[in-house]
Each structure stands twice: as C-alpha cells, then as structure tokens.
C-alpha cells in the first residue's frame, strides 16, 4: 500500500512537471524517431516545426517497411499536419496508405461548439476539444483521457500508467526516464484495436524517448535525434 501511495504522488509530480504546452515546442526545428521491429530498422518517422508568433505548425512524415523472404508484407507511408494557435489545436490533416489502401483524417476546430469536427476513415463526428492527436512528438499524451488516431480519426478512451524510474540507452547517449504505460480504458476491445504501449519520457528535454508494443512482432520507436 504504501509503495501505491508513493507511485501517485510521483505520478501527480511528474504529470505536473510535463507543462504540456504546445508553445513548449517553440525551439524545437525537428524530432527523428526510427522505427525498429524485432530490432531491426524498418522506418522513419520525422516530424518538423514552423513557430511564428502564437502559432505552431507540425509535419509528419513516415515511413515503413517489413519484409520477410525478400517480399513486402507490410508497407505504410503516411503525411500529417498539426496546425496550433496560443496552444490549442485548431486543425488536422493527413493521408496515409497502407498496403495499397487510403486511410485519412480531416479535423477542424468549431469555436462556436468548443468541439473537433472529424471526417477521418475509421470516424465522422464531433469529438471533445480535449482530445489529443495520437502522434510521439507529443508528451501531451501522458496527460490526455483520450486520443485521435492520426492515421483514422478513430477515437480512443485511455489509462495512462506512472510505472518508475529508469535509466535507458538511446544511440550512444543515456536518460533517466519516466516509464508510463498507456491503455485502452476498455478492456473488451479486440487486440488489434486495443492501445498498448510503454512510453518513456525525458523530462529535461520534454520529449518522449521510445515508444515500445507486441503486435506481430516487437516494435519500438526510437529517438535518434532532435534540434
């Protein structure tokens, strides 16, 4: 009981200590994560910032590919634009194609409602301004209930999890991290639909360190860089 205790207290510190604030992300030019499946490299995902005044403008680009015997199996390729003004997001957009089908998400912020307008793939409707979009530029996830998927528009309730201290190795150079786990709040979803990850997070920097999950094989995303 009381090592519970003591999680929730660092929990609520460390949540406090993220300062999930877009603006935060000012100085930041680019963040390049690879993506690695049963540790071998398979991808890229890189994301770029545009600071002017009071707005914030985030591209996605990614990449992967998985072969087995020499033929592609497994093969996405996606783009994505965040648009933020004093912090708040105020649109989203992106195109993706996986093995040969388009999936896309187009939100718009309404001030008059204080609700996201989706038309995405997966989902069409109103979604809570609260929500976050599902990208690993942003710890604003740690803090989130719930997120957009950035490939579908699908939206999903989560839990997020204060797990430890750890001391983690990343290209050469070493962290102590924050490891959480962020899950599906509903339990009864199919695997494939279920939210699964360990995260770790750096909270000197701001910025999620890797990303880890099983689904047909163990996949991590990796921090390789940032200025």
């Known amino acids: 009981m009381k090592k519970f205790f003591i999680k929730i207290i660092l929990f609520i510190?460390?949540?406090t200590s993220l300062n999930a604030h877009i603006s935060h992300y000012k100085n930041i030019k680019k963040i390049e994560m690879e993506i690695f499946r049963n540790n071998e490299l398979i991808g890229y995902n890189y994301y770029f910032f545009k600071t002017k005044k009071d707005a914030v403008q985030v591209t996605n680009q990614m990449k992967i590919t998985v072969k087995l015997l020499g033929?592609?199996?497994?093969d996405v390729e996606g783009y994505g634009e965040e648009k933020?003004?004093?912090?708040?997001?105020?649109s989203f957009n992106s195109k993706t194609k996986q093995n040969k089908k388009d999936k896309f998400v187009k939100l718009e912020f309404n001030k008059d409602t204080n609700k996201f307008i989706i038309k995405g793939s997966s989902f069409s409707g109103e979604a809570n301004s609260e929500n976050v979009i599902g990208n690993w530029w942003n710890h604003q996830l740690l803090q989130a209930r719930s997120q957009i998927s950035p490939v579908s528009g699908s939206i999903k309730e989560q839990v997020v999890t204060f797990?430890?201290?750890?001391?983690?190795?990343?290209?050469?150079?070493?962290?102590?991290?924050?490891?959480f786990t962020l899950k599906s709040k509903d339990s009864t979803?199919?695997?494939?639909?279920?939210?699964?990850f360990d995260i770790w997070f750096?909270?000197?920097?701001?910025?999620?360190?890797?990303v880890k999950y099983s689904r047909m094989g163990d996949w991590e995303y990796r921090l390789k860089s940032y200025e």
């Open 13 to 15: 510190f460390i949540s």
């Open 71 to 74: 033929a592609t199996v497994f």
């Open 84 to 90: 933020y003004i004093n912090d708040k997001l105020i």
């Open 163 to 179: 797990i430890g201290k750890e001391k983690i190795e990343l290209y050469g150079k070493s962290y102590k991290a924050d490891h």
């Open 189 to 196: 979803l199919p695997d494939d639909k279920k939210l699964n």
């Open 202 to 210: 750096d909270k000197n920097t701001g910025l999620i360190l890797k």
